[in-house]
């Protein structure tokens, strides 16, 4: 055999051949991202809808109804936080005076970011005024809170911010002052 004839096609090495390669290359990576998008889909979907989603829907409904209902009676509020622990609210009302102001009010102090930290306050009326108090129990830690103030009749509800040590929000209405 002379060692200048050419080579047997068929004993061609499969390394030599990119063709090859990319026939059986593209089709196994799509293979193993398709794998890899499956798991990432199937681990981080979205949860399912709640069972009474309805439901929470009409409670959304009832809540905006409930912050129409202080606009419309000109309901606003100032609270301030005394010695740390003890929160003081001054109602104020624009309209309807004739209606009696609540003897108890919930206020819900909400952490921003952490759930743990959440508090419900029963603020009780000081006689014969629109002024309420309440105790936090222990000291706010500092931190900015979303507040939300409910009377004890669930006809209305005011919303705002606070931001502590030492602070004080405003919710609702509140007229101009000169």
Known sequence: MDAT???D???TRSRANPALWAMIGIPAATVVA???????AYGGAEPELPARYAWEGAALDQDIARAARARELGLGAE????EGDRIVLQLTRAAAPGESAPQSLTLHLTHTTRPASDRSITLTRSAGSDRYEGRVGRALPAARWLVQLDDDRGEWR???RLETPGGMARLGYHPMTP
Request: a positive charge; charged letters at 5%; zero cysteines.
């Open 5 to 7: 004839a050419p080579a």
């Open 9 to 11: 096609p068929l004993h």
């Open 158 to 160: 005011l919303r705002g």
């Open 34 to 40: 398709s794998a890899i998008t499956l798991m990432m």
């Open 79 to 82: 609270l301030g936080l005394v």
